[in-house]
């Protein structure tokens, strides 16, 4: 692998050589609001600043991503998954990318498995139940919607409703003003903070996300010796079209 050498401190004081692959070459569809270069992950995985275990999940994640095409779901049915992935696809909308990363699959995959963050509400059912209980009223409001603009609803599905009538139906579940009779079961309020939550935390724990805001806190199995106001490791990414400061560190080659 070719590359170019980046010395900094280590933990000892002693001079550390990180060989580092050259960058990634600049995408010819580069969004136009892109703040940070692409492929900073990419280029730190094999470095010995990311420990083995974080370079194994982080590049599992970017493999996965690689192979676009959603598994078939485990948890929920494919009717209730296809709800799910419209409900992301609003709330953390993806324009730029030619395909997105895949938050409703990191959900079915975490409630299959059984896995929780130790905790939940107690006026909420176990997270399972609450996602099956919060895509039927979803749906039971889509059928509302399309009643109320067509004069027709059983077909209707939040998937197959316009991008602003999907909108108003999450505001609603948002303010609590959701009327469908599953949420005198659990506050919509609830629901919606925990499911932004999720699907903010599963977007920015994703290479591509953190690349995106210029993070590379993953790389850290040497410890941070830059740690005063404005001062970065020399090799966390500029802003593009940011000058390298010798004092301050920080790369964007």
Known sequence: ????DMTGPDMTGLARTVVLPEPLPAAADEPQ???????????LLPTDLVTPK???????????????GAPEPRFFTTAEFATLEAVCARLIPQPDREHPIDLAVAIDQRLAA??????RYDTMPPDGEAFRRAIQGLNEAARAVSTAAAGHSAEARFETLGPSEQDAVLA?????????PVWSTMPSTRFF????????????????????IGFAGYADAHGWQRIGLNEMERFEPLALGEAPDPEA?????
């Open 1 to 4: 692998m070719t590359g170019h």
């Open 33 to 43: 609001n892109a703040k940070y270069p692409r492929g900073t992950t990419q280029r």
């Open 54 to 68: 974080t370079r194994e999940v982080l590049a599992a994640r970017i493999a996965a991503y690689e192979k676009p």
């Open 114 to 119: 059984g896995k929780g963050n130790g905790w």
């Open 172 to 180: 609603a579940v948002q303010r609590g003003d959701a009327t469908e």
């Open 193 to 212: 903070e925990e499911l932004l939550t999720e699907l903010a935390s599963s977007y920015y724990s994703h290479p591509l996300g953190q690349d995106e």
């Open 249 to 253: 560190g920080g790369s964007n080659a």
